[in-house]
């Protein structure tokens, strides 16, 4: 495969490699760690190593909006446990919020500690975040509107 020949031999290659799969794919299927560890000549079990300690790399296809909320203390300290607890309720009320959605992925600060809580909506950054802008800036991306 052409693209691990471009990673696989310069510093941290499986890191690269991995990371590059997923920015072709959007995540790294199951069947890229032993073509990693080929290209890389390393042992499939150093490259699932570091697959599943980088939280940022994936092994299923991401959701149409990703949302990830911060867990941070400056966003819990202004309701951020009740933005993932609200959160989580409305997509449990709404299947198509839930599935685009996908599980809400943790994340532990966005720099954005003073207009907190924070999230990061299909790679946007929103201050202030409520359910309400989050549910309507998913609807928004999913109807192809910014």
Not at 126 to 134: D, L, M, N, S, W
């Amino acid at each position: 495969m052409a693209l691990l020949a471009e990673t696989s031999t310069g510093p941290g290659p499986v890191l690269v490699s991995l990371q590059a799969v997923q920015d072709r794919f959007g995540y790294v299927p199951a069947e890229a760690v032993s073509l990693i560890a080929d290209a890389c000549n390393v042992s499939r079990a150093d490259v699932h190593g570091v697959l599943t300690f980088y939280a940022d790399l994936r092994t299923s296809p991401p959701p149409d909006v990703p949302v990830r909320l911060c867990a941070a203390e400056a966003c819990q300290s202004v309701g951020g446990r009740e933005l993932k607890r609200d959160w989580e309720r409305r997509c449990g009320e709404s299947a198509e919020l839930a599935e685009a959605t996908g599980a809400d992925e943790p994340v532990f600060c966005l720099g954005n500690c003073a207009l907190a809580p924070a999230a990061l909506v299909g790679g946007v950054l929103v201050g202030r975040a409520t359910v309400e802008k989050v549910e309507s800036m998913v609807r928004g991306s999913l109807q192809g509107s910014p």
